[in-house]
């Protein structure tokens, strides 16, 4: 039902980690741009990080930038967010998405996974 399948959320303490995996099912992107995004409570949908299918280009917000990664395994058709120093502002709904010309922009990606929900403590 849903072309994106989301995994790894939970609840950890701050300075802890975790790692999310969005799957594709149904189809293979390859060419797209690989996403991540997440909203908070009462707050509007924000970019996270970015990888372009190649690998060869990657983006990130300037909050998350030196502690989170984003990757992919194109093998197995799968996007990773891998998350350290986590923070309680990073608490939020994690959604990853796909797009064929995409950057940092929720306009400019196709397929949306159901979000996962991320919960860091104080």
């Known amino acids: 039902q849903v072309p994106l399948v989301e995994s790894g959320g939970g609840l950890v303490q701050a300075g802890g980690s975790l790692r999310l995996s969005c799957a594709a099912s149904?189809?293979?992107?390859?060419?797209?741009?690989m996403g991540w995004f997440r909203q908070a409570p009462g707050k509007e949908r924000e970019f996270v990080a970015a990888r372009s299918w190649s690998g060869a280009t990657t983006y990130y917000a300037d909050s998350v930038k030196g502690r989170f990664t984003i990757s992919r395994d194109n093998a197995k058709n799968t996007v990773y967010l891998q998350m350290n120093s986590l923070k309680p502002e990073d608490t939020a709904v994690y959604y990853c998405?796909?797009?064929?010309?995409?950057?940092?922009?929720?306009?400019?990606?196709?397929?949306w996974g159901q979000g996962t929900q991320v919960t860091v403590s104080s």
């Open positions: 149904g189809r293979t992107f390859s060419s797209y741009t």
């Open positions: 998405a796909a797009g064929r010309w995409a950057i940092a922009t929720i306009a400019q990606y196709d397929y």
